[in-house]
């Protein structure tokens, strides 16, 4: 099944969330070019995500954590209510900047749009990181969209 960028940056933020050791230097160089890529160009995706996948099977249990939260979005089909998705608020004050300064995002009102890039905007806010798994470990959306996922699959 051929996902979307958004389900694939999904469980990548998901696998980095749960990762129960750090990344070496050479993973974190590694997620920092994919971050560089999509921001550049978010449009070459195929070419993007192989180099994405590939940097996620290097490591063992991130590639278990991935692939299990994978599973997980997929069997919802991308369906996501905009409640579990990241507010704004919850950004500008998850994602400080190493200066101290909020991070600027995709601007949005009100709920979460889904066919925003606020995702993409998120995953290269973390994948430019010193410690990406860290900065996904602050990320509160990520742990409410991980207690909604398994109640979507039992029922």
Known sequence: MAE????????????????????????KEALETTASQLYLDPDDWDFIKEGLIASIESNLALYQNYQTALTQLQSVSGNIPSAQMPTQKELETELISDNNQPTTFGYFEGEPDRESDEILNVTIN?????????????????????NWLPKQQNS
Not at 126 to 146: H, I
Request: avoid cysteine.
């Open 4 to 27: 979307s960028p958004k389900i694939t940056l999904l469980a990548l933020l998901i696998a980095l969330e749960q990762l129960p050791t750090p990344l070496a230097s050479d993973e």
């Open 126 to 146: 973390v994948l430019t990181r010193k410690d990406p798994d860290k900065a996904a470990k602050k990320l509160t959306f990520l742990k409410r969209l991980q």
